[in-house]
């Protein structure tokens, strides 16, 4: 039991050097260590009875991953044991910042070739969305991404889409092409009839404004669907 109470009570000073976050990052490089440790060095220090490390794996366990915790808002963070809300900021903005990471791709001008490539520019940001969005990627004539524009948020539908709100932009940057994506909060990107039906609207619309609508992606959680592969609504 004393052995037991003494393990409870260590802190991250009592471990080896070599099994702390901060020292294996400065000998092994970041991409050697765990989410748990990586956001235990974000956390920087435990409390009593609990190191940074077990905060950092409750908090994991609790949200369900990394994606629960980029989903979960300040507050709710705070609540949890040892972290508050100081720990609730630091939290959330370094996955802010891993967020913003990817999106500055398309600031320098990243080539989408394939679906794939569109589902790697967007899907960790979009797929934890709770609100349905739909985005359109400008495109130049090489494909590459000149920015990209919130369209709607809230629901998209045959009923609310203005086709010439999704290529006022596009008509504006004089661009060669764009690609249509939007969630599905449910987690579940299968398309509805709905989608298809704005696939249409928005493939018509392109062929008349001389852009060429290159694919129309729908992001659950970590799984896409591109309606042009499927040959929905194209």
């Known amino acids: 039991m004393d052995e037991q109470r003494a393990l409870t009570w260590r802190t991250m000073r009592d471990m080896p050097a070599s099994e702390q976050p901060r020292e294996r990052l400065q000998a092994l490089g970041p991409t050697a260590l765990t989410d748990a440790e990586l956001l235990a060095i974000l956390l920087r220090t435990g409390v009593a009875g609990r190191t940074v490390l077990d905060l950092a794996r409750d908090l994991l366990i609790a949200h369900g991953g990394l994606l629960g915790l980029l989903r979960a808002n300040p507050s709710e963070l705070a609540q949890a044991r040892g972290i508050g809300p100081a720990k609730a900021a630091q939290i959330k903005a370094g996955l802010e910042l891993g967020r913003r990471l ?4 398309p600031g320098e001008r990243t080539a989408l070739r394939t679906p794939e490539d569109v589902a790697a520019l967007l899907m960790v940001e979009m797929g934890t969305l709770e609100q349905e969005q739909l985005r359109v990627l400008l495109l130049d004539a090489r494909h590459q991404v000149v920015r990209q524009v919130v369209v709607y948020q809230g629901n998209v539908s045959t009923s609310l889409v203005r086709v010439g709100e999704l290529f006022r932009e596009a ?11 939007h969630n599905h909060p449910s987690g579940d990107p299968t398309p509805s009839p709905e989608d298809v039906a704005v696939t249409r609207e928005i493939v018509a619309a392109g062929r008349l ?5 290159l694919d129309h992606l729908v992001i659950g959680r970590q799984r896409y669907v591109s309606l042009r592969e499927r040959g929905l609504g194209f």
Not at 171 to 181: D, L, M, W
Not at 209 to 213: A, T
């Open 171 to 181: 008509v504006r940057e004089n661009c060669a092409a764009v690609i249509a994506v």
């Open 102 to 105: 990817l999106l500055a791709a």
């Open 209 to 213: 404004l001389g852009i060429e609508v």
